[in-house]
């Protein structure tokens, strides 16, 4: 046995719902249990009964816009991944109650020092790994993500809780509680290594596009390049200005950092301003990128990496909704699913994935050995 | 004056990295990612106080101290 049972359940009772996951897990002697539910299981009862089914395991997790399990992708369903001591070795849950709040982070890895004897930046970055899941709707990601880069090099990787596209609250869960504008932080220390994958399906353009005005805090760009955000994207698109939202899933903008884009998603223009997914700062230099194909990008990514880690037993896919809309567009949803036959996975649609910043529009994986 | 900027950055890489190419290349992440476009400043780049302002906020929420 490898020490990692996957679960899901479309059950849409509650109490049915965490049976079926609890016979699925069956008799493993499960230390750790990370679980994403659809937001139309209410938030505290879900939380509550996959504590009480798993009353000698760590319980985690998040509400979602969707759900991933093995080769599965899934709508209106609860997912887990149990894990043995054969492949989490320690682990630490915390929960941030107020997701923006940076002296709740320093409490919470003051906490994680504690626990494991180590000060976080002392700590061995192949041996402990994070999991950070957190609201979804709060736009305090960047925030929170820089707070953590700033604290520590131990990797945090995750997602935003998603609410199925109601865009009202998102829930974190940990341990029986039900959280909303939280954040949850479990420090990992794996019992075999693990590895990370960060892909996202788009070449680089020569276009640039310069953020010279921007509003950080409402994540909006009102100018690039000294020009209206609208029209100087447009003008980069070689598009009409009436047309630009046309373009916005297929042609986002990316930092660009040693030749790999961080993309950053256009979700709405007000009058000529950019509002953006996640945060645009004046002084970034963006480049304009264009859609290629997720199915191909994906399964390399997956294959060239399992290939490398040779003894990969789970995986945990923190997908973009952006990524899933678009497969749901192109009806290439079961072919995404099939990437990730081979290894126990689950994973959910996110509001945005979490890997040294906040992001868009990538599948952002951390593999187990 | 000129390419306080680079030193600057250089000092934060060098000093939040301790020698680890893999911590020298998150740490060079994580200022792009907080707003700072590495590769529009060299040698010769002038000293923009507000960049130079925003170094000295990151050092210093790194818990580290840049002397320039």
């Not at chain 1, 598009?239 to 950092?257: C, H, Q, R, T, W």
């Not at chain 1, 996110?350 to 994986?365: A, K, V, W």
């Not at chain 2, 939040?16 to 998150?26: D, F, H, N, P, Q």
């Given at each position: 046995?490898s020490?990692v049972i996957t679960a899901y359940s479309t059950n849409l009772?509650?109490?049915d719902a965490v049976k079926d996951i609890k016979n699925q897990i069956g008799?493993?002697?499960?230390?750790?249990i990370l679980f994403f539910a659809s937001s139309n299981f209410?938030?505290?009862?879900i939380?509550?009964?996959m504590?009480?089914?798993?009353?000698?395991?760590?319980?985690?997790g998040c509400s979602t816009a969707g759900e991933l399990v093995d080769d599965k992708v899934l709508k209106n369903s609860i997912v887990a991944m149990a894990?043995?001591?054969?492949?989490?070795?320690?682990?630490?849950?915390?929960?941030?109650?107020?997701?923006?709040?940076?002296?709740?982070?320093?409490?919470?890895?003051?906490?994680?020092?504690?626990?494991?004897?180590?000060?976080?930046?002392?700590?061995?970055?192949?041996?402990?790994?994070?999991?950070?899941?957190?609201?979804?709707?709060?736009?305090?990601?960047?925030?929170?993500?820089?707070?953590?880069?700033?604290?520590?090099?131990?990797?945090?990787?995750?997602g935003?809780?998603g609410?199925d596209l109601?865009?009202?609250?998102?829930?974190?869960?940990?341990?029986?509680?039900?959280?909303?504008?939280?954040?949850?932080?479990?420090?990992?220390?794996?019992?075999?290594?693990?590895?990370?994958i960060?892909t996202?399906?788009?070449?680089?353009?020569?276009?640039?596009?310069?953020?010279?005005?921007?509003?950080?805090?409402?994540?909006?760009?009102?100018?690039?390049?000294?020009?209206?955000?609208?029209?100087?994207?447009?003008?980069?698109?070689?598009?009409?200005?009436?047309?630009?939202?046309?373009?916005?899933?297929?042609?986002?903008?990316?930092?660009?950092?040693?030749?790999?884009?961080?993309?950053?998603?256009?979700?709405?223009?007000?009058?000529?301003?950019?509002?953006?997914?996640?945060?645009?700062?004046?002084?970034?230099?963006?480049?304009?990128?264009?859609?290629?194909?997720i199915i191909?990008?994906t399964k390399?990514a997956v294959e060239?990496?399992l290939?490398?880690?040779?003894?990969a037993v789970a995986i945990l896919n923190f997908h973009c909704i952006?990524r899933t809309l678009e497969l749901e567009a192109k009806n290439q949803t079961e072919e995404y699913g099939k990437i990730f036959s081979k290894v126990p996975t689950i994973g959910f649609s996110t509001?945005?994935?979490?890997?040294?910043?906040?992001?868009?529009?990538?599948s952002t994986m951390l593999i187990f050995? | 004056?000129?390419?306080?900027?680079?030193?600057?950055?250089?000092?934060?890489?060098?000093?939040?990295?301790?020698?680890?190419?893999?911590?020298?290349?998150?740490?060079?992440?994580?200022?792009?990612?907080?707003?700072?476009?590495?590769?529009?400043?060299?040698?010769?780049?002038?000293?923009?106080?507000?960049?130079?302002?925003?170094?000295?906020?990151?050092?210093?929420?790194?818990?580290?101290?840049?002397?320039?």
């Amino acid at each position: 046995m490898s020490g990692v049972i996957t679960a899901y359940s479309t059950n849409l009772n509650v109490n049915d719902a965490v049976k079926d996951i609890k016979n699925q897990i069956g008799s493993l002697d499960a230390n750790l249990i990370l679980f994403f539910a659809s937001s139309n299981f209410d938030p505290n009862e879900i939380s509550r009964k996959m504590k009480e089914a798993f009353v000698n395991a760590g319980v985690f997790g998040c509400s979602t816009a969707g759900e991933l399990v093995d080769d599965k992708v899934l709508k209106n369903s609860i997912v887990a991944m149990a894990f043995n001591s054969n492949v989490i070795g320690d682990y630490k849950v915390e929960v941030s109650a107020n997701a923006g709040d940076e002296e709740n982070i320093a409490r919470v890895f003051k906490s994680f020092e504690e626990y494991y004897g180590t000060p976080m930046l002392e700590m061995n970055l192949e041996e402990y790994v994070g999991i950070v899941l957190t609201d979804g709707l709060d736009a305090s990601q960047e925030r929170l993500m820089q707070k953590i880069g700033f604290l520590t090099d131990i990797t945090f990787i995750g997602g935003s809780a998603g609410d199925d596209l109601k865009f009202k609250t998102t829930y974190v869960y940990a341990n029986g509680e039900a959280y909303t504008g939280a954040t949850v932080l479990v420090l990992l220390k794996p019992a075999k290594g693990f590895d990370i994958i960060k892909t996202q399906s788009f070449n680089i353009t020569d276009q640039k596009l310069s953020v010279t005005k921007a509003n950080a805090m409402n994540r909006e760009v009102l100018e690039f390049n000294n020009k209206p955000a609208t029209y100087a994207y447009a003008e980069v698109l070689g598009v009409p200005v009436a047309d630009v939202e046309k373009y916005f899933m297929s042609n986002p903008v990316g930092l660009i950092i040693d030749r790999e884009p961080y993309v950053r998603s256009p979700q709405q223009i007000i009058g000529d301003t950019m509002v953006f997914y996640c945060n645009v700062l004046e002084g970034m230099e963006l480049s304009l990128l264009e859609s290629t194909d997720i199915i191909k990008d994906t399964k390399n990514a997956v294959e060239s990496k399992l290939a490398e880690v040779e003894s990969a037993v789970a995986i945990l896919n923190f997908h973009c909704i952006l990524r899933t809309l678009e497969l749901e567009a192109k009806n290439q949803t079961e072919e995404y699913g099939k990437i990730f036959s081979k290894v126990p996975t689950i994973g959910f649609s996110t509001y945005g994935e979490n890997y040294l910043g906040h992001i868009n529009q990538t599948s952002t994986m951390l593999i187990f050995k | 004056m000129a390419g306080k900027i680079i030193k600057m950055v250089n000092l934060i890489i060098e000093k939040r990295a301790k020698g680890s190419e893999i911590i020298a290349k998150t740490t060079k992440a994580k200022l792009v990612l907080s707003g700072i476009a590495l590769d529009n400043y060299n040698e010769t780049s002038a000293d923009d106080e507000d960049v130079l302002a925003k170094l000295r906020e990151i050092a210093n929420n790194m818990g580290l101290e840049i002397n320039l």
